[in-house]
């Protein structure tokens, strides 16, 4: 199946620093990636819809300025949280779409895990 | 507003027994229904994909089906193993291809 590579894996950062997360293909071509953000004991919650060439749609409630997403190719994606803070402490994880039918199956990173000080 | 509910929300049964883990959802126009592995602090693994067409899909000793009617899935485990311990993740695929999971249930299996 196909791979996607996310980085890093762990992150500890200090309160109020920028910290860039990486979501790659390895083996095809992803015109969506999509991320996703999950709190300890509780499910993945869809933060924004990145296509290539294009600007990312944030899920309401999720903060673009907070969260910059950039999909510069079509193998690569990246979520910057910026001035980040405790509160953004949590695990983030990207997947990525191979074909552009909305139903293609997704392809999910292994995640990184936050943690803010 | 699609909505994912998955039980039970934890589940622990002994080595061997089957078991079946329980998914609805409140919006029956989906495209696809996908059952995942979560381990701790790990990503997903994808289980069984099921199209809206489909009734049900099967991979070794686990067996998933969908009734877009009802607007359920089941996902059945048999002969479990202490390494089927993990937390299950049902998820539907919208308009949209958007992914909207379920808050999983966090089966441990004891040997």
């Known amino acids: 199946g196909a791979v996607v590579s996310q980085h890093p894996s762990r992150v500890i950062c200090k309160s109020g620093t920028s910290v860039k997360i990486e979501c790659r293909s390895l083996d095809f071509q992803a015109t969506t990636m999509f991320w996703y953000r999950q709190f300890p004991k509780q499910s993945l919650m869809l933060m924004a819809t990145?296509?290539?060439?294009?600007?990312?749609?944030?899920e309401q409630g999720v903060e673009k300025d907070k969260f910059l997403i950039n999909h510069a190719s079509l193998t690569l994606s990246t979520l910057t949280v910026t001035s980040a803070h405790p509160e953004d402490s949590s695990f983030y994880i990207c997947?990525?779409?191979?074909?552009?039918?909305?139903?293609?199956?997704?392809?999910f990173g292994s995640g990184t895990q936050l943690s803010v000080l | 507003k699609q909505e994912v509910t998955q039980i039970p929300a934890a589940l622990s049964v002994p080595e061997g027994e089957n078991l079946v883990l329980n998914c609805s959802f409140t919006d029956s126009a989906i495209y696809n229904l996908q059952w995942f592995r979560q381990d701790p602090g790990k990503g997903l693994t994808s289980l069984l994909l099921i199209q809206s067409s489909q009734r049900e899909q099967t991979s070794g000793r686990l067996n998933a089906s969908l009734d877009k009617s009802s607007g359920r899935s089941t996902l059945y485990i048999a002969a479990s193993q202490p390494g089927d311990s993990a937390t299950y993740l049902c998820a539907v695929y919208n308009q949209g291809g958007k992914l909207i999971f379920g808050q999983g249930t966090e089966l441990s299996v004891k040997p």
């Open positions: 997947s990525a779409r191979a074909g552009g039918a909305t139903n293609e199956k997704l392809f």
């Open positions: 990145s296509n290539e060439g294009s600007k990312a749609t944030y």
